[in-house]
């Protein structure tokens, strides 16, 4: 089945550590890509997103993807965390060129300790 | 310049009644998206609207229900309400119909008792 998978529920790391953050889809064709990220009881600010072109993709924060078509991923990463990061990320696919219907990951939830 | 805006902030409602949550767009934005978030799962796609058209539905049942007026904004309408039906409301817009960025409001939290 069609889907968007954010394997990890959880991650803590340590302020200033560098984050991974993992997102695989299933879709035939080379899907649109986002990264959003939701603080609680707020609604999804857009991180990145990725349409074409170069593969690694700079967004907000401090915060970059890189789209891996072999491996169906698009990573998101920082190379030192703040504690303002604490939050919860979605990965989201638009699977077609027609429509904008975003398809979301499950989230994972990032805690900093500091 | 101000982004989506979403009205109520929160909603509290009984098991049976209707609601009825609205969403203006950023300005110049001609598509507004509804979308469903349960506490702990990510966000699922109930509407599209473009032009005032429908353009997209999710796999919801037709006690969920939207339209988009002249000015781009929209309702979405929901009834007899169930409590699975707690949830964040989030409404997006874009410019485009078709893969375009999607922009979120700060979303209506609906508690149905």
């Known amino acids: 089945a069609q889907s968007v998978t954010q394997p990890d529920i959880h991650i803590t790391v340590s302020e200033g550590a560098s984050l991974e953050l993992r997102c695989n889809y299933s879709?035939?064709?080379?899907?649109?890509l986002f990264w959003y990220v939701q603080s609680p009881g707020q609604g999804l600010q857009l991180l990145l997103k990725y349409f074409s072109g170069d593969t690694l993709v700079q967004g907000i924060k401090g915060f970059e993807a890189e789209f891996k078509r072999s491996q169906s991923s698009f990573n998101l990463r920082k190379p030192s965390v703040h504690w303002s990061d604490a939050a919860e990320y979605f990965c989201a696919v638009v699977p077609s060129e027609y429509g904008n219907k975003l398809v979301f990951g499950a989230g994972t939830i990032l805690r900093v300790k500091s | 310049d101000a982004g989506v805006t979403q009205s109520p902030t929160h909603l509290i409602k009984t098991r049976g009644q209707h609601v009825t949550l609205r969403c203006s767009p950023i300005?110049?934005?001609?598509?507004v998206s509804w979308y469903q978030q349960v506490l702990g799962q990510g966000p699922q796609f109930i509407f599209q609207y473009y032009e005032k058209e429908e353009r997209g539905r999710g796999n919801f049942p037709d006690r969920f229900s939207a339209r988009q007026f002249p000015n781009y904004s929209s309702e979405l309408n929901v009834n007899a309400l169930l409590l699975g039906d707690s949830a964040l409301y989030l409404c997006?817009?874009?410019?485009?119909?078709?893969?375009?960025?999607?922009?979120f409001g700060p979303g209506t939290r609906l508690t149905v008792l």
């Open positions: 879709y035939g064709a080379t899907p649109y």
């Open positions: 997006a817009s874009s410019f485009r119909e078709n893969t375009d960025t999607q922009y």
């Open positions: 300005s110049g934005h001609k598509s």
